[in-house]
T-cell receptor, first 116, second 115 residues
Framework: GAGVSQSPSNKVTEKGKDVELRCDPISGHTALYWYRQSLGQGLEFLIYFQGNSAPDKSGLPSDRFSAERTGGSVSTLTIQRTQQEDSAVYLC??????????????FGQGTRLTVV | AQSVTQLGSHVSVSEGALVLLRCNYSSSVPPYLFWYVQYPNQGLQLLLKYTSAATLVKGINGFEAEFKKSETSFHLTKPSAHMSDAAEYFC?????????????FGTGTRLKVLA
């Protein structure tokens, strides 16, 4: 596609429910990143994929958070038993093989998650 | 471990004045450094990047940044601010010692441009 696509753009969920956030990277981009942006907190790294494997998932805040990537393309971030502190904007980014080492990643518009 | 510090969460400048947004980094290996801009309700857009070539890097919209190893800094500048520059700016470092290339972001600086 033309850019990184994330869906939904907005999600309101009740505390305790599970949510899935989707990221469609730019076609051909092998690296994919998830970040969380909370008000006044900057961007917090969650996980990154190289192909379908996740060499670094050190940023996942708890075992309620998980992510997978299939076919080296689409990724899903799942949050189980959501809590109010999970409310944030979740950003996805991808980069091409050559861009991976030079660090040029392209970001999606994000999914704004609100837990009520 | 790598880290980034952005001094000043909010910066205000007059239209036409110099823009200076400060970024200091910490890295045990030669870093790659980036500035991203985020306009309201939008994703992040790359302004410029340093990847060990020229230390003075020019980016889009008239912005530039200079890598100073001795000061561990990568400050962002623009000679003359425009109203359209009002946004949030993030400095980031990547190139971890383990060979990973995840970005570590600063907490951001919100730029306000006064008419």
């Amino acid at each position: 596609g033309a850019g990184v696509s994330q869906s939904p753009s907005n999600k309101v969920t009740e505390k305790g429910k599970d949510v899935e956030l989707r990221c469609d990277p730019i076609s051909g981009h092998t690296a994919l990143y998830w970040y969380r942006q909370s008000l006044g907190q900057g961007l917090e790294f969650l996980i990154y994929f190289q192909g379908n494997s996740a060499p670094d998932k050190s940023g996942l805040p708890s075992d309620r958070f998980s992510a997978e990537r299939t076919g080296g393309s689409v990724s899903t971030l799942t949050i189980q038993r959501t809590q109010q502190e999970d409310s944030a904007v979740y950003l996805c980014a991808s980069s091409a093989p050559q861009g991976f080492r030079s660090g040029e990643a392209f970001f999606g518009q994000g999914t704004r998650l609100t837990v009520v | 471990a790598q880290s980034v510090t952005q001094l000043g969460s909010h910066v205000s400048v007059s239209e036409g004045a110099l823009v200076l947004l400060r970024c200091n980094y910490s890295s045990s290996v030669p870093p790659y450094l980036f500035w991203y801009v985020q306009y309201p309700n939008q994703g992040l857009q790359l302004l410029l990047k340093y990847t060990s070539a020229a230390t003075l890097v020019k980016g889009i919209n008239g912005f530039e940044a200079e890598f100073k190893k001795s000061e561990t800094s990568f400050h962002l500048t623009k000679p003359s601010a425009h109203m359209s520059d009002a946004a949030e700016y993030f400095c980031a470092v990547s190139r971890g010692s383990s060979g990973t290339y995840k970005y570590i972001f600063g907490t951001g600086t919100r730029l306000k441009v006064l008419a």
